[in-house]
């Protein structure tokens, strides 16, 4: 086992392998950029080193500046994690050239498998399965589109050297083809470097099923069963779980052998993934076919540990520092079901706009040990860290554990109830959607479950009017009562020595404005009214770490329910969801005009990628006007209202600021 490794990734994937190594003894050396110098994994590791600026390109993919450190610090091998350098064949070369022990494939595997088009033809020589398509080397437009036609739409277009989602488009009809294609060259040629791409036919109702394999130096490979990961939103997972349901044990071990067989084609050492398209047609059955290989850790990994009982990690470990494969394939087995929940920065109701921001409050479920059943947090963040416009929108991983998929859906319900995120927009409110949407629930499972569960996903608030109300009310005078605690001339308890003492409160709910009531009665109690809604509020504070945490009543309801103040927003979090109340200070917006209604601004901190539009064009409202790159994925910016464009303010290649004025819109 190796004495010291350097972890060449940040974010939870560095501070999970530094877990491990911990557990191991083996020390660890993390690196970090200008952004990340008061990371996380750099706190979780032994020792850290500088290697650049914010941008990836500055920092985590200057191999070269990562090898001198690891060779500074005297470590004897790399772990890449996922993403960044995790799949390139030269940074495999240069470690290798070094003397230093790279953690995965080996080189020639990643380039093998690097490029889909080739890897394909390398799976068919295999004899494993194959979704009809176009893999060749000629890249004209024309030709392309000769080959899509062929195939018949709708088809889809994926960036050779891609992965995660980007460089890939669907095309449902031939006059769609050449722009899909342009703009998917482009995201390729930004992300990877080519912009190479494969045309495939697009199958109906697909499952994305990937197996986990496990190779050695010895000749060994093993299959460590499989993750279902359908749901996705932008191609990109957003729940996994294993193993997959509806999985039968004969097309298990089929899909296991065409796993090992394309490990083995390739020599493959280390923890892969071989991801298979699986086919539902009308008539019953599935049938699958090879889609990838992802040559290094996945993120999703944890499900797999949880029903296997296993550490991936520490298998790496072990089979890079030479040790054959701690188990055989019989050995292997199945315990319960498990399922990974991707916490990400993010709105979702505005087509999962990448949210950037500070975790001023950030608070996880209890977590315990796997073998009790689990509930885990995997993250690289703390409560106070920024989450920048630099790397991608992840937060943080969850994962639970149980016997069966209904104790397991239980379980992921009740945990993302308990996640508390205040200062930045996420998606916990819409895992929760999903988990208990029918077509989950009921594993209907394939790649469009998102978009066709919809109405159930999208804008809900399960909270209320009422209960957001009640809490916000509650939340000002918790807030009263603590000042009252220390200070009795503060008191506004409503006494008076005549009449009723009524207080007016201004809320602001789902962008409606709402005024509140709140009467003081003789008897002490409190009367709330807003609107139709009337009735007696009462509430006890409880004991918390942070915010107000209150068991409140009003208009029948009862609910524990904890808030958070941030400016003049209200946070509300109970066990029916969470939402946002403002509540506003009349005399704070007196004389504030109304925004103009000429400005397009940016949502995000970016890239401008390019403009549909010139100075002088005539516009309608939604069209699309221009398109900026943040997270690492491309978002189109579209008109607010009918008009014409007056001026462009920044040109393609420019980094602005969220909320910087793109260009200015002369309306009717």
Same mark, same amino acid.
């Given at each position: 086992?190796?004495?010291?490794?350097?972890?060449?990734?940040?974010?939870?994937?560095?501070?999970?392998?530094?877990?491990?190594?911990?557990r191991?003894?083996?020390?660890?050396?993390?690196?970090?950029?200008?952004?990340?110098a008061?990371?996380?994994?750099?706190?979780?590791c032994?020792?850290?080193?500088?290697?650049g600026?914010?941008?990836?390109?500055?920092?985590?993919l200057?191999?070269?500046?990562?090898?001198?450190?690891?060779?500074?610090?005297?470590?004897?091998?790399?772990h890449?994690?996922?993403?960044?350098?995790?799949?390139?064949?030269?940074?495999?070369?240069?470690?290798?050239?070094?003397?230093?022990?790279?953690?995965?494939?080996?080189?020639?595997?990643?380039?093998?498998?690097?490029?889909?088009?080739?890897?394909?033809?390398?799976?068919?020589?295999?004899?494993?399965?194959?979704?009809?398509?176009?893999?060749?080397?000629?890249?004209?437009?024309?030709?392309?589109?000769?080959?899509a036609?062929?195939?018949?739409?709708?088809?889809?277009?994926?960036?050779s050297?891609?992965?995660?989602?980007?460089?890939?488009?669907?095309?449902?009809?031939?006059?769609?083809?050449?722009?899909?294609?342009?703009?998917?060259?482009?995201?390729?040629?930004?992300?990877?470097?080519?912009?190479?791409?494969?045309?495939?036919?697009?199958?109906?109702?697909?499952?994305?099923?990937?197996?986990?394999?496990?190779?050695?130096?010895?000749?060994?490979?093993?299959?460590?069963?499989?993750?279902?990961?359908?749901?996705?939103?932008?191609?990109?997972?957003?729940?996994?779980?294993?193993?997959?349901?509806?999985?039968?044990?004969?097309?298990?071990?089929q899909?296991?052998?065409?796993?090992?067989?394309?490990?083995?084609?390739?020599?493959?050492?280390?923890?892969?993934?071989?991801?298979?398209?699986?086919?539902?047609?009308?008539?019953?059955?599935?049938?699958?076919?090879?889609?990838?290989?992802?040559?290094r850790?996945q993120?999703?990994?944890?499900?797999?540990?949880?029903?296997t009982?296993?550490?991936?990690?520490e298998?790496?470990?072990r089979?890079?520092?030479?040790?054959?494969?701690?188990?055989?394939?019989?050995?292997?087995?199945?315990?319960?079901?498990?399922?990974?929940?991707?916490?990400?920065?993010?709105?979702?109701?505005?087509?999962?706009?990448?949210?950037?921001?500070?975790?001023?409050?950030?608070?996880?479920?209890d977590?315990?040990?796997?073998?009790?059943?689990?509930?885990?947090?995997?993250?690289?963040?703390?409560?106070?860290?920024?989450?920048?416009?630099?790397?991608?929108?992840?937060?943080?991983?969850?994962?639970?554990?149980?016997?069966?998929?209904?104790?397991?859906?239980?379980?992921?319900?009740?945990?993302?109830?308990?996640?508390?995120?205040?200062?930045?927009?996420?998606?916990?409110?819409?895992?929760?959607?999903?988990?208990?949407s029918?077509?989950?629930?009921?594993?209907?499972?394939?790649?469009?479950?998102?978009?066709r569960?919809?109405?159930?996903?999208?804008?809900?608030?399960?909270?209320?009017?009422?209960?957001?109300?009640?809490?916000?009310?509650?939340?000002t005078?918790?807030?009263?009562?603590?000042v009252?605690?220390?200070?009795?001339?503060s008191?506004?308890?409503?006494?008076?020595?005549?009449?009723?003492?009524?207080?007016?409160?201004?809320?602001?709910?789902?962008?409606?404005?709402?005024?509140?009531?709140?009467?003081?009665?003789?008897?002490?109690?409190?009367?709330?009214?807003?609107?139709?809604?009337?009735?007696?509020?009462?509430?006890?504070?409880?004991?918390?770490?942070?915010?107000?945490?209150?068991?409140?009543?009003?208009?029948?309801?009862?609910?524990?329910?904890?808030?958070?103040?941030?400016?003049?927003?209200?946070?509300?979090?109970?066990?029916?969801?969470?939402?946002?109340?403002?509540?506003?200070?009349?005399?704070?917006?007196?004389?504030?005009a109304?925004?103009?209604?000429?400005?397009?601004? !940016? &949502?995000?901190? #970016?890239? +401008?990628?390019?403009?549909?539009v010139?100075? *002088? /064009?005539?516009?309608?409202? @939604?069209?699309? $006007?221009?398109?900026?790159?943040?997270?690492?994925?491309?978002?189109?910016?579209? !008109? &607010?209202?009918d #008009?014409? +464009?007056?001026?462009?303010?920044?040109?393609? *290649? /420019?980094?602005?600021?969220? @909320?910087?004025? $793109?260009?200015?819109?002369?309306?009717?």
């Amino acid at each position: 086992m190796f004495k010291k490794i350097l972890i060449a990734n940040r974010g939870e994937i560095a501070c999970r392998v530094a877990a491990t190594a911990r557990r191991l003894g083996v020390r660890t050396v993390a690196v970090y950029s200008d952004a990340d110098a008061s990371a996380k994994h750099v706190a979780a590791c032994d020792e850290a080193v500088h290697i650049g600026g914010s941008a990836p390109k500055e920092s985590y993919l200057q191999w070269e500046r990562i090898i001198e450190a690891a060779k500074a610090t005297g470590a004897q091998a790399i772990h890449p994690g996922y993403g960044f350098l995790s799949e390139n064949d030269a940074f495999a070369n240069a470690c290798a050239n070094a003397g230093i022990a790279f953690i995965g494939p080996p080189a020639s595997a990643i380039l093998a498998m690097g490029l889909k088009a080739e890897s394909k033809q390398l799976m068919e020589k295999a004899g494993v399965p194959l979704v009809p398509g176009y893999h060749e080397a000629d890249q004209d437009p024309a030709m392309l589109q000769h080959e899509a036609n062929r195939i018949g739409y709708p088809v889809l277009i994926k960036a050779s050297a891609g992965g995660g989602g980007k460089g890939m488009r669907a095309v449902d009809k031939a006059e769609d083809f050449a722009a899909a294609l342009a703009s998917c060259q482009r995201e390729a040629r930004n992300s990877f470097g080519s912009d190479a791409v494969l045309i495939e036919k697009y199958v109906q109702r697909p499952r994305h099923i990937e197996i986990q394999v496990f190779g050695d130096t010895h000749g060994n490979c093993v299959y460590l069963f499989e993750r279902d990961c359908s749901v996705q939103r932008r191609h990109q997972k957003v729940l996994e779980e294993a193993p997959a349901p509806g999985m039968t044990p004969e097309f298990r071990a089929q899909m296991g052998a065409a796993a090992v067989a394309a490990a083995k084609a390739v020599n493959y050492v280390g923890a892969g993934t071989v991801e298979f398209i699986v086919e539902q047609p009308p008539e019953g059955g599935m049938r699958f076919y090879f889609m990838e290989m992802n040559t290094r850790l996945q993120v999703e990994h944890p499900v797999t540990e949880a029903i296997t009982g296993l550490d991936l990690v520490e298998w790496q470990l072990r089979v890079a520092s030479g040790e054959p494969l701690p188990l055989k394939q019989e050995d292997l087995r199945i315990h319960g079901h498990a399922i990974e929940a991707r916490i990400c920065a993010e709105t979702p109701d505005n087509n999962f706009l990448p949210a950037t921001g500070t975790l001023t409050v950030y608070r996880k479920p209890d977590c315990t040990a796997f073998e009790r059943g689990v509930v885990r947090v995997d993250d690289g963040v703390r409560e106070g860290d920024t989450i920048s416009p630099f790397y991608d929108s992840m937060v943080a991983k969850l994962i639970v554990h149980g016997a069966t998929r209904a104790e397991a859906l239980a379980r992921m319900d009740a945990a993302l109830a308990e996640t508390r995120i205040v200062g930045l927009s996420t998606n916990v409110q819409f895992l929760r959607h999903v988990v208990n949407s029918p077509s989950f629930a009921q594993a209907n499972l394939d790649t469009a479950l998102i978009p066709r569960e919809a109405a159930v996903l999208f804008h809900q608030d399960k909270v209320g009017l009422a209960l957001a109300v009640a809490s916000a009310v509650a939340q000002t005078l918790v807030v009263e009562r603590a000042v009252e605690a220390v200070d009795p001339f503060s008191r506004r308890d409503g006494w008076r020595p005549h009449g009723l003492t009524v207080r007016r409160f201004d809320f602001e709910y789902l962008g409606e404005p709402l005024l509140a009531h709140l009467t003081y009665l003789h008897d002490g109690a409190l009367q709330l009214a807003f609107g139709e809604v009337s009735g007696v509020l009462q509430f006890e504070t409880l004991p918390t770490e942070g915010g107000a945490r209150m068991d409140l009543q009003f208009q029948g309801q009862r609910q524990t329910v904890q808030t958070w103040q941030l400016g003049e927003i209200v946070h509300v979090f109970c066990a029916l969801g969470a939402t946002q109340i403002t509540e506003i200070d009349a005399l704070a917006h007196a004389g504030v005009a109304a925004a103009d209604g000429g400005r397009l601004t !940016a &949502p995000m901190p #970016g890239k +401008v990628l390019s403009f549909a539009v010139k100075a *002088g /064009d005539v516009i309608k409202k @939604g069209q699309a $006007l221009a398109v900026m790159e943040a997270m690492k994925m491309e978002h189109t910016i579209a !008109a &607010p209202a009918d #008009g014409t +464009v007056a001026e462009l303010l920044y040109a393609p *290649g /420019d980094q602005v600021s969220e @909320g910087a004025e $793109l260009l200015k819109i002369t309306t009717a």
